[in-house]
């Protein structure tokens, strides 16, 4: 987004293999988030429907829904992988590219193992709700601000707290109940979800999304979850014990009786509430692609060379004369750039000036 689209063909100019990962679909959808005038999910309801939709709001460059797509499909086709977040987005990514080689790589696999959720006892105070980022209206600010408002109206036992900002000034104390407080350092949120204690956190979206990191936070917190059964969350949330899915057309009126039930579970800490609206059948029989085992290690010998080993094949390299034939540039090239990246020898690599690593990769294309 914003490039020319000679980005595209990159890949093809410098004669290298390419990966591509779906963190959004604009590759196919112009709008990026599959969503329609209103801002909510379109329902992917057929190629009329999006062709009516670009006219309402063109594609960047004015293309027509098939050219926008046919410009994609070359680099999705020829990746060595199409790497998607979530089953969601692999099954919506293998319809749109059934020949690419679209693979299940969850970004989790590199973080924190998630905790047991912990439910607060909820008694004799308002039900705390955390909501997380910068929201937008597909993230649910809208949602958010009436689903506050009506707590008030109502006077409802709740409380909600924005653990980042809206895309515009939101209705908040006293006309809302509803706290906004401002945007945060992503290293700072595990400390901040600490400090702000709350019964459960509120994932209110309104398109699918790929992924969720901030769901991911709050996992790794042990919070209660509720979030819309788009996208990503329920195999997220899968069989988690004190999460709830709610249909994500739900009212403000029907987000807020399922929240203020959910705090009626909270007040037993025996009852461990699986996800209602089941995403039975929604797991996919293939293992998920690991980044550790499948990916960065792919890119060299599965038997890590020996450290000291490195200086002096980087040497043998910058100081001999090449005889390899020019046909041999690119795996040349792509060995660099596997000890550049290699978890483990990369700290040594960077202690190469880089006056010798350039001088490496000029002879490297000279040969």
Known sequence: MGHSPLVAQLHQHLAVSHDFTAHDYFS???????????????????????????????????????????????????????LAPSQDTQRRMMVFVPTAHVVYAPHLLLQTAPAQPVANPVQDRPLKVVVLGALSKIK????????????????????????GYGYRSLKTQPRANLTVHGGYQEQDLPDLLKWLDADLAWFPAQCPETYSYTLSACLSAGLPVMASDLGAFPERLYKRPLSWLVNWQSTPQQWLDKILYAGSQLQNTQVLTVTETSPAGRQLAS?????????????????PLPADSLPILLHQLTQATPTAPSGHQSWLLKFFYSLRNHPLLAPLVKRIPSHVQRRLKNRILNS
């Open 28 to 82: 196919y959808c112009p709008q990026i988030t599959l969503t329609d005038e209103n801002d909510r999910y379109c329902g992917e309801n057929g190629l009329s429907q999006c062709r009516q939709c670009v006219k309402q709001r063109p594609a960047p460059g004015g293309l027509g829904i098939i050219e926008w797509r046919a410009r994609s499909q070359p680099l999705l086709n020829t990746a060595r992988y199409v």
């Open 140 to 163: 649910g600010a809208d949602t958010l601000e009436a689903v506050a408002s009506m707590a008030r109206q109502q006077q409802a036992p709740v409380e909600f707290h924005l653990l």
């Open 287 to 303: 293992e998920p692609f690991d980044y550790r085992v499948d990916y960065l290690c792919s890119l060299v010998s599965t038997e």
